[in-house]
């Protein structure tokens, strides 16, 4: 639930640099308390990448309408159902370029560490077993905080849209 509303958070700067926002303005928080709870609660759905994506569009929808009915705002059901349809596909789009991504990023990583320590031990005659595991293990640390980096970056730009 902290990533979903830092993920949040995260889609205001950038939203906040779309709109031509500069110095510490960028950092000041332009959603409404009902967007960043609804983000928070949107990153417990679960279910395949479609369901998923129209489950957190749905709860957004949601907070959002009754915060303004709430405003004294009212929202006639088509814009309700614009509003659903389009955070739907924003997120489905980018969930699906996270995955992709994600997945090229992973395949980045050695497979075993044989393999890996056979191609290491032939660039260095010299590196020992614990030197090539230590390589080993830091890419691929490396590679798994990448893959989560861009995770929340995707879900930060689908939350700006």
Do not use: W
């Not at 479609?50 to 915060?67: F, H, M, Q, V």
């Not at 059901?77 to 994600?102: G, R």
């Not at 020992?128 to 490396?142: D, F, H, Y």
């Amino acid at each position: 639930m902290l990533l979903g509303a830092l993920s949040q958070y995260a889609g205001d700067i950038i939203s906040n640099i779309i709109n031509g926002r500069t110095g510490t303005s960028v950092f000041k928080p332009v959603s409404s308390v009902s967007t960043y709870v609804s983000a928070a609660l949107s990153a417990l759905v679960g279910g395949n990448k479609l369901l998923n994506s129209l489950g957190r569009a749905a709860i957004s929808t949601a907070a959002n309408y009754i915060e303004n009915r709430i405003k004294g705002k009212k929202q006639s059901l088509k814009v309700v159902i614009q509003n659903l349809i389009k955070s739907t596909i924003t997120d489905y789009i980018c969930s699906t370029i996270s995955k992709v991504a994600v997945q090229k990023i992973k395949s980045l990583s050695p497979k075993n560490y044989s393999s890996f320590a056979h191609s290491k031990y032939l660039k260095n005659k010299k590196m020992t077993p614990n030197q090539i595991k230590n390589q080993m293990q830091k890419l691929v640390r490396a590679n798994v905080f990448a893959a989560k980096a861009f995770e929340f970056i995707a879900g930060s730009v689908a939350n700006a849209v």
